[in-house]
């Protein structure tokens, strides 16, 4: 695999201030997700809370995103310490365009919080390169 050298669309590394994924999934309509989530190992668990913040801080950031979905190992496995992850080989979909995403997060002892995000949002994947890394298609919308 050739080095990339990253373009000026990838963004500095964002320190989140305030954090999401409890909010909304606190939300009635978030019901099922949170019954779901209850009934997964903690290590999984950490990584849908942390891959729910990472799609609510990308939208906030720069609102013309509109995350869909959210692969935390796309490119690269996903490091789990405890209750800190690192996925440094993210990818997330906005308006069926993958793109590429770092992601720290650490979640509370009770794994039903995130206590500390930061992210980096880097250069879109073309979709030559989708199906390699099990990315979706999804619905094209604008």
Not at 111 to 122: D, L, P, T
Request: glycine content about 4%.
């Amino acid at each position: 695999m050739e080095a990339v050298t990253p373009s000026p669309d990838v963004s500095p590394t964002i320190q989140a201030k305030q954090f999401f994924s409890a909010e909304i999934l606190a939300h009635p309509r978030s019901r099922q997700a949170l019954e779901g989530l209850s009934q997964l190992a903690a290590d999984e668990r950490i990584v849908q809370l942390c891959n729910l913040e990472a799609m609510e801080q990308v939208h906030r950031w720069r609102n013309d995103f509109a995350p869909d979905s959210l692969v935390a190992y796309a490119t690269a496995d996903v490091l789990l310490a405890g209750r800190n992850l690192r996925a440094d080989g993210a990818a997330f979909r906005s308006k069926g365009r993958w793109f590429n995403i770092k992601v720290g997060c650490d979640v509370a002892p009770d794994i039903k919080s995130v206590v500390r995000f930061e992210f980096q949002v880097g250069d879109e994947i073309p979709e030559s390169e989708w199906e390699a890394h099990f990315l979706s298609a999804g619905a094209k919308t604008q």
